[in-house]
């Protein structure tokens, strides 16, 4: 039995803002007890089921009145909480919240997996949507595509949009950051650059599925609607969408609890009141938060606000447990559908609404078959792909994603540490090659002169002795000097590697931020002559050191015949030299090689991610193609049944008509055989009579 509920509605007042206290505004609506009171002119004050002033934190509203429902939406009751206010009272901040108060829906989608993890022997299956409405224009705030959504009412989904997304998700870490990245896309704006409008209506909503582990009990399913409302100034708007969407749910709680009870309400008037129409007079427990701002200058808005809220008190919704009843109603989906195939297949010309009824039940049952926990998990899956794309497409993947973003920020920073590393690194390399190149250009001139000195006799032994001595301590510090140089270039390419490291991470990330081709192609490009540049300067820094090492090389050799080397010809030397800066060559040759080693492995690592995402695309394809000939196949057979089914029937008609007429014509040839009879007998009687007619008594009968 449906229990009755009274839809609640709590008020509360924000704080004034640090620069409207400057400006000494006037007062113009506050909060005592449990009443909301209106200032200027004649005091007016407003009874609600509770009242919150303003030092009153998100947190604690969220305990006192939101947690006991959250566990009802857990126990299987459909719940609705809405924010209602004027432009600038409060509503976002009561929903959403700031990092240092979360709102009431950063609270719920805590509590939500802490219920379900206390909850044991059963599962759950947990989705989220977020929807905004926008002048009559609906959004996928979680996977902005350009697809038509329409609002359906199905007989085991309840009022829901098609073609909005359920992503399913797992923990309460998944749940928030859908949450904040749907935040994000309406506050950047989905399409065309729609940024957060005040009279934009947002609806995020946690769908909650559950069963009895090891059970054959049905299941249970619940929806949590939390809506954040457009702001009530509905001044000076004309144009009939803006003003439905303005409008509609004051107008709806007005024909429900007004002073007109009982005449139509207008749900279909707006996109908005159609899609929670269960939560306003319907099945579900449904709260409103009456916000008022404490400026005077809105007062008129403030007393529209509490005047519906007033009205909103007086409507009763009938809550029942949701039951799952999937598989019931296929069968009665599937009975109605045969009848109304009977009643098309019987009559000469079907009617054009049993037609329509006919396909509107064709598709119920397509989604009814859809319910599974598995088919839901495959469509969760084929958004999560979609999201990034049509994310990308709207030029906000980045701004929403803002976690890989953060991600990817955190690597540029260890990238930029390291280059600060590398270039300390490479300038140390530098003065000390520097020292190096000094030190033997200074020992090749310290040769010179003694294999010049010594050519000539000119020195004596001790002279001689001091200039060796002297050759042989620069040739020490040479070596010194030659090892640490060794050293730094290992550090060197140390840090080179590491740095590699990180660009590859955040190549990674930034390959699963590419969205759509055009991004993809444009980061590709942009990648691909970073890595050509990087590869050029390494290239040219290698040719330099190369060159720096050939010309040391030379000197060494130089030195090597001035001490006294024996080389068989001057041809010895120059081969010495050639072989030096051969292998110099062969080093930058190398490193030319390992470059084009490295692009080539970058390509085909592009190659296989371009295959990969070929194949996904085309895998989907070929799903969504396979989905639309089983859809068509479906409706085919259906159709074709139908047609059999009525051909049958008028065969079966002609048929009987046919036994109609043959045995009608047998009784017409009778009676037509009793007239001639009749005829002749009467003939007979008039001859009789020598031709008199003969009066009525003589006429045989
Ligand atoms: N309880 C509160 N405590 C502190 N500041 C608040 C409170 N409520 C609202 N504010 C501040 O008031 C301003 C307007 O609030 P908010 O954006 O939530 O209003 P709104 O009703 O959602 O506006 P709109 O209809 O334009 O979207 C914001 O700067 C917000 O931080």
Not at 594 to 623: D, F, P, T, Y
Request: a neutral charge.
């Amino acid at each position: 039995m449906p229990e009755s509920v009274s839809i609640k509605v709590f008020g509360r007042c924000r704080p004034l803002m640090v620069d409207e206290k400057k400006k000494n505004v006037k007062i113009g609506a506050s909060v005592s007890g449990d009443k909301v009171i209106v200032h200027g002119g004649k005091e007016q004050s407003f009874n609600c089921d509770g009242a919150y002033p303003s030092e009153y934190k998100n947190s604690q509203i969220y305990k006192e009145r939101i947690e006991s429902l959250v566990q009802r939406a857990m126990e299987g009751y459909n719940v609705t909480v809405m924010a209602f206010g004027a432009n600038g009272s409060g509503k976002t901040m009561l929903m959403s919240g700031i990092d240092e108060d979360p709102g009431i829906i950063p609270c719920a989608n805590r509590s939500i997996f802490e219920i379900a993890s206390k909850l044991g022997g059963k599962d759950f299956m947990i989705s989220v949507s977020y929807l905004e409405i926008l002048d009559e224009k609906m959004i996928d705030l979680l996977n902005p595509h350009p697809n038509t959504m329409t609002i359906r009412q199905h007989p085991t989904k309840g009022i829901f949009v098609e073609g909005l997304s359920e992503m399913i998700v797992k923990s309460s870490d998944e749940i928030a950051q859908y949450f904040e990245q749907g935040t994000r896309a309406r506050k950047m704006g989905a399409n065309d650059m729609r940024a957060h409008k005040p009279r934009a209506n947002a609806v995020y909503s946690i769908i909650i599925e559950q069963r009895e582990r090891q059970s054959s009990k049905v299941g249970v399913r619940s929806v949590l609607h939390f809506v954040d409302l457009a702001g009530n100034n509905a001044g000076g708007i004309t144009d009939p969408e803006v003003l439905a969407g303005v409008q509609g749910i004051q107008n709806v709680l007005m024909a429900l609890g007004g002073p007109r009870k009982g005449s139509g309400v207008p749900y279909r008037d707006s996109k908005l009141t159609r899609y929670l129409q269960e939560s306003l007079g319907g099945n579900a427990i449904t709260v409103l938060f009456a916000l008022v701002s404490p400026l005077d200058k809105f007062h008129q808005e403030n007393i529209t606000t509490l005047q519906v809220s007033q009205f909103a008190k007086n409507v009763k919704n009938r809550v029942k447990l949701n039951l799952d009843e999937t598989n019931e109603i296929i069968a009665e989906l599937r009975e109605e559908i045969g009848k109304l195939r009977d009643k098309i297949a019987s009559s000469s010309e079907p009617s054009r609404e049993d037609v329509l009824k006919m396909e509107d039940l064709v598709k119920d049952l397509q989604i009814a078959k859809k319910q599974t926990w598995d088919e839901k998990q495959k469509a969760s899956g084929r958004f999560e792909e979609e999201r990034k794309v049509n994310l990308a497409n709207q030029g906000i993947l980045e701004f929403v994603m803002d976690d890989m973003k953060k991600g990817n920020k955190e690597i540029q920073e260890k990238i930029q540490i390291l280059q600060k590393e590398k270039d300390q690194v490479m300038s140390a390399y530098k003065e000390k090659r520097a020292i190096v190149d000094q030190l033997k250009a200074e020992l090749q001139s310290k040769i010179m002169n003694y294999s010049k000195f010594a050519e000539k006799g000119k020195t004596s032994e001790s002279e001689n002795k001091a200039l060796v001595t002297a050759i042989h301590k620069l040739k020490e510090q040479l070596k010194i000097e030659t090892d640490s140089l060794k050293m730094l270039k290992q550090k060197l390419v140390e840090v080179q590697e590491r740095q590699q490291l990180e660009k590859e991470g955040a190549k990674a990330q930034m390959s699963a931020m590419k969205g759509s081709a055009e991004v993809r192609q444009k980061i590709e490009l942009e990648e691909r002559h970073k890595l050509e540049e990087s590869n050029k300067s390494l290239v040219l820094e290698e040719l330099e050191r190369s060159k720096l090492d050939v010309d040391a090389e030379r000197a060494e050799i130089q030195m090597r015949a001035a001490e006294g080397k024996k080389y068989t010809s001057k041809e010895g030397e120059e081969l010495e030299i050639k072989v030096a800066e051969m292998k110099a060559e062969k080093s930058v040759v190398t490193l030319q090689l390992q470059c084009l080693q490295q692009e080539k492995a970058r390509l085909v690592r592009e190659l296989e991610e371009i295959h990969k995402l070929h194949k996904g695309e085309m895998e989907l394809q070929q799903l969504q193609h396979y989905q639309t000939f089983r859809n068509y196949r479906e409706m085919f057979e259906e159709q074709k049944a139908a047609i059999e089914q009525r051909y049958r029937h008028l065969l079966e008609d002609s048929i009987q008509d046919a036994i109609f007429a043959s045995s009608r014509n047998n009784e017409l040839t009778i009676e037509n055989q009793e007239l001639r009879q009749q005829i002749n007998e009467m003939k007979d009687v008039i001859t009789k009579l020598g031709g008199r007619i003969p009066s009525s008594a003589q006429i045989p009968m």
